[in-house]
């Protein structure tokens, strides 16, 4: 039975972190991957997504900027090509995970890894030990059971991205950061999109406002919220609305993004304590089982590539030394890649106010910033929102919807990380022109 | 004679904030301009070209988009369309500084300010007086003295903002900024550009790796570095090669971007003490005549818009009570709107050597990095370097050529001014896919 110092499962953005920091240090390590290097994150997530919307994109910029000077007779968006390009990315990507693997000395098994009580993994009949287990197992798209969901025009988030053709009429129930970037991306194509959302605002992660505006930018989609979907038929969603009235759209593909659950057969295999549905860590992502940990979607903490990158490497150095760091949950940017983007990073105000801090709040459209205005003109919405601890005046939250919000946002995740105060940020020079100055100005509103 | 709390001269970046600032204070405050709200800045540097180079931005997508799926037929470019964009831009931001003034109760009066030796300032014949003066009065295009030079068809970056039609061959002499953004402006718009350089690189503040990407990233522009141009025709630019070698290249346009002057006429009526032609300010932007400051341009140390906004919170606050502040030039951030875009922020490797600096660097290439992939192709380049103090870890500088730069530099700036250490920086998480992680993987590598 071949022995290890480290047994990774999953080779998502956690894991193939995880084993690489590992392999660097010196560890043997395997790492177990039942489907393809990279995970969801690579294949069927970020990636993929980001290559489409980048496309779609770029297909409305060359359809509507005439009034910046740029004349074409014909525009035509070719989904072959875009979908062509998407995996080109992703396989060269996979071969980045691959070869980071084999330069770190990382063993990789591709199977389903099957947990044992006694602590070994199993793949295709084999059996593995390892003195530490990293569980990154990741997490599926939970479907809802309503009459429908099982027709074959009903997809999640993975089957979409490989519609060989466009719908005419694109449904999508639920709308969080995956639902509305796969209508903004079908809606940018021409497809007539719907969103029936359950709650009463999309993103919920979002400032109302914020989440408001996007709707309102996001002008050929049909929102429905605090709507029920309770049918899907071959042409149909049937849903009741906010006013409790039967009402339906037309369908021919219906995307199901109703939230992911995490993978727990592993963990509950090898007897790890599960709670709500995910796995149950603490602040370093031990389980109850010693040397095993696990990171990423699996444990529902914060269901981010990036997350789950940064849960490597506590669990890693944790495992391996470096004791001294915690998981935090609080300076974690998250961005939908919309158009305008969004992104925030931080509390939100409602979410300040419930930890009981003595909060004050700002926001500055972007209207008047040089470069929003010379690329996007005097009619385009863009917010720049602030929440800071009053008695302290550290910056506790910023959240944006505008250009370049999800390149912006890293800068949020370092002032709210290192606990930056206003007067602080006020002697920062910002560069000009740039969207970015929105950031500070909104800031100095605070002083 | 009126009498004014403050008298701003100049009303750019520097003077407007200035204004504003103190007429926030409940000063009353009186700024003169002898030209257009908002200075070179708004009507003739940052904000127009950045309006024409996203014109040429979109106009390149529109052209070169097939591979992601776009497809085009019979793309144009409406010169006329993007300089109406372009035009308006400037008059919303020249209202909105007009509004900006009007809200701070500062008065405005267009004209060319005369200084008088008893500290006054006469405008068309009218004097006023000030308790205290600030000078904003900016910069002008310096030319070099060569034969030709006063030909029609040779103009600075003032007038090529207002072409009519484009030329054949534009010739640029000086690869600095200004030079190099309007050689990717007009190369990308299909003119045949030629840059006739100097020194022995472009864009001298940036590191040479990078500069020299960014000139093979222009491909079909021609760069002649280490050139001194010594004539220029009708019809060509002559100059000596690096070799040594007389040679000529052809142009119907010629750019003289070889710098600018400080605007020193105001200082030198009012006695001010000039050095080096610029005027000589302390680290709060103080001359040497009691209550006369100097802010932007005019005082030499930092030619950039955003520094003459710092210049102004720091003079404003002196002059009003809060003296705790000073003009640092260390954290300044910098950006080339080319494409890919170039920023900087910080100490280079060979600024912090000459300081004595046990300097620590890291470079990383963008290629691995997800969305850079997925939006610019495997193809593309585009480079992050780092420069680190090897003793205490504080990061000193960052530099980067590639996507969003010019949006991600404020994160250097932060980082930079709150002298924050790899460490630290190593415990943010960066949002998952942004190029933005190329900057924590090249600060991690430092670890």
Same mark, same amino acid.
């Given at each position: ?8 499962v ?8 995880a ?9 043997t ?7 393809? $290097?990279g ?9 993929p ?5 980048? /496309?779609?994109?770029l ?10 000077g740029? +004349? ?12 062509? !390009? ?10 980045g ?12 098994l ?7 009580r006694?602590?070994? +993994? ?11 287990i ?12 309503i009459?429908g ?31 509305v970037?796969?209508?903004?991306l ?13 709650? @009463? ?8 406002? +914020?989440?408001? $505006? ?29 006013d ?5 759209v ?31 860590? @603490?602040?370093?992502?031990k389980?109850?089982i ?27 150095n ?15 940017? !998250? ?27 700002? /926001?500055?459209?972007m209207r008047?910033?040089?470069r ?6 005097k ?22 919807i505008?250009?370049?919000a /999800? ?14 105060r ?20 909104? +800031?100095?509103? $605070?002083?």
């Open positions: 039975m071949a022995h290890y110092d480290l047994i990774v999953g080779s998502g953005p956690g894991g193939y972190e084993a690489h920091k590992a392999g660097q240090l010196g560890k390590v395997l790492v177990i991957e039942k489907d393809a $290097l995970g969801v994150c690579t294949n069927w997530g970020c990636i997504t980001k290559s489409l919307l980048n /496309s779609a994109k297909y409305e910029h060359a359809l509507h900027s005439q009034a910046k740029v +004349i074409t007779t014909g525009v035509s968006f070719d989904l072959a090509a875009a979908m062509k !390009w998407k995996q080109d990315t992703i396989d060269t990507l996979q071969k995970i691959a070869y980071l693997m084999k330069s770190s000395d990382v063993d990789v591709f199977g389903e890894a099957i947990g044992n006694d602590g070994s +993994i199993t793949v295709d009949g084999i059996s593995y030990t390892g003195e530490a990293i569980i990154a197992t990741g997490s599926s798209s939970a479907m809802i059971p009459e969901a099982q027709l074959d025009h009903v997809v999640t988030s993975t089957e979409i991205l490989s519609v060989e053709r466009l719908p005419e009429h694109l449904a999508v129930i639920g709308g969080g950061v995956i639902g970037e796969f209508a903004a079908f809606s940018t194509l021409g497809v007539k999109v719907s969103v029936i959302e359950m709650t @009463d605002e999309i993103i919920p992660m979002a400032d109302k406002e +914020i989440a408001k $505006l996007l709707r309102r930018e996001m002008k050929s989609v049909d929102f429905y919220l605090s709507a029920r979907v309770v049918k899907i038929d071959e042409k149909h969603v049937f849903f009741i609305d906010k409790g009235k039967e009402r339906t037309e369908s021919d593909l219906v995307l199901m993004s109703t939230g992911r659950m995490p993978n727990t057969a592993l963990a509950e295999q090898l007897g790890v304590f599960i709670d709500r549905r995910a796995v149950v860590v @603490d602040d370093v992502l389980t109850n010693p040397n095993v940990y696990a990171i990423g979607d699996v444990n529902g903490k914060s269901l981010l590539a990036h997350s789950a990158s940064r849960m490597a490497e506590v669990a890693v944790n495992l391996y030394g470096d004791t001294s760091q915690r998981m935090r949950y609080d300076a974690i940017p !998250w961005a939908v890649y919309t158009q305008p983007e969004v992104a925030g990073c931080g509390l939100s105000e409602s979410e300040a106010l419930r930890r009981g801090y003595n909060v004050k709040c700002a /926001s500055r459209q008047s910033n040089g929003f205005l010379a690329e996007n003109g009619k385009a919405s863009g917010l720049c929102t602030v929440v800071v601890d009053g008695e302290t005046r550290v910056i506790l939250g910023i959240q944006m505008g250009p370049y /999800s390149e912006m946002i890293h800068a949020a995740a370092v002032i709210i990380e290192s606990e930056l206003v007067d602080e940020i006020a002697e920062v020079v910002f560069p000009h022109p740039s969207v970015s100055e929105v950031v500070k100005e909104t +800031i100095l509103s $605070l002083k």
